[in-house]
């Protein structure tokens, strides 16, 4: 189950998506402004982050900045959401070139918004087999040995 991560400081439109995404079955974590959802990131380490970028404490683009200099974030897909418009496209070239990987304009459908996470979660997989171990309850992993242990019985 891929987990996602929703930094929006619209309690409405947080609901929204949470319904849709709810309802693929993704684990969902929320932050309501900019500082608390880079904590967030820090310690969940998710799979997609979906970014507003005008919010409270810290905005979206130092969030960004924040993220894609800190080696265990970097990789993380960031899907920026925002309202702010600009008719020449500079705003959405300039995030993206800060390493954003993709860009919805407010409003969007939400189907959009489904349909990016998707295509994100595909393009850009991260890895968790990076550990030397995996463990699920009773079952544990050992990826270097490619040993399956159920309650520490091989």
């Known amino acids: 189950m ?3 991560l929703i930094i929006e400081d619209d309690g ?5 998506l949470s319904v849709v995404f709810n309802r693929e079955g993704y684990e969902l974590h929320y932050a309501f402004n900019g500082k608390e959802g880079y904590d ?3 310690a969940l380490q998710p799979d997609v982050v979906l970014l507003d970028l005008m919010m409270p404490v810290l905005n979206g683009i130092e969030v960004i900045k924040l993220a894609v200099t800190n080696t265990s974030l970097k990789d993380i897909p960031i899907i920026v959401m925002t309202g702010h418009g600009d008719k ?6 300039s995030i993206k070139a800060q390493g954003v990987r993709a860009y919805l304009k407010k409003p ?3 189907k959009e918004a489904s349909s990016l996470v998707r ?3 595909s393009q850009y997989p991260r890895n968790p087999t990076t550990a030397a171990e995996v463990a699920k309850g ?3 992993l050992d990826i270097k040995f490619r040993t399956v242990w159920v ?3 091989m």
């Open 151 to 153: 309650n520490d019985l």
């Open 2 to 4: 891929a987990k996602l």
């Open 108 to 110: 969007f459908e939400l």
């Open 40 to 42: 967030k990131m820090i």
């Open 88 to 93: 020449a496209d500079m705003l959405e070239h």
């Open 119 to 121: 295509r994100m979660l």
């Open 12 to 16: 409405d439109l947080q609901q929204m």
């Open 138 to 140: 009773d079952v544990r």
